[in-house]
């Protein structure tokens, strides 16, 4: 199963993010852990500075802009 985690604040953009995440995954019918962190301390830990961060099985993918559906399930398959 595949552990997506979307970084950010909470700001329009994360939460576009995190509705595209979960869209795509509804969209290939596979099992995937959804993770939403809007913790400012947390996001620190990984080392990120620009937000909103798309991050499938801890690897960093998309960051500092709006992750599209499309992209997120090429990143998927």
């Keep these: ?10 700001c329009p953009k994360c939460k576009t993010t ?3 995440a979960e869209v795509a995954v509804q969209q290939l019918g596979i099992e995937a852990e959804l993770i939403k962190i809007e913790d400012i301390e947390e996001m620190m830990r990984y080392n990120v500075l620009t937000t ?12 500092g802009r709006i992750a599209q559906i499309d992209e997120i399930k090429e990143l998927l398959k």
Excluded: A, T
């Design 52 to 63: 909103p961060v798309l991050m499938i099985d801890d690897v960093v993918k998309i960051k």
């Design 18 to 20: 995190f509705h595209n």
């Design 1 to 10: 199963m595949k552990k997506i985690k979307v970084l950010g604040p909470g």
